[in-house]
């Protein structure tokens, strides 16, 4: 049997993540990535495939306008 102090420490963590849990699915009800697109959030998304490539040309887009801009 659980002391007064250990039960509701063991009560407050389980109302803590059932708490948690909720406000996680009320935020994934309201936010996506359709709708971080449509608000202008997010401009695109990229593949796992294309995510190395995507970044070495970001990276050189960037290295580019340094050099335009000196």
């Known amino acids: 049997m659980l ?3 250990e039960a509701a420490a063991v009560i407050f963590a ?6 948690k849990h ?3 699915a ?3 009800q ?6 971080a697109r ?3 959030s997010l401009h695109h998304v990229v593949t796992p495939e294309r995510l190395r490539p995507y970044l070495i040309e970001a990276v ?3 290295m580019e306008r ?4 000196s």
């Open 3 to 5: 002391e007064g102090a």
């Open 14 to 19: 389980r109302e803590r993540s059932e708490k």
């Open 22 to 24: 909720e406000a996680a």
């Open 26 to 28: 009320e935020l994934d």
């Open 30 to 35: 309201v936010h996506s990535v359709e709708r």
């Open 38 to 40: 449509t608000v202008g």
């Open 60 to 62: 050189e887009r960037g």
């Open 66 to 69: 340094e050099r335009a801009e």
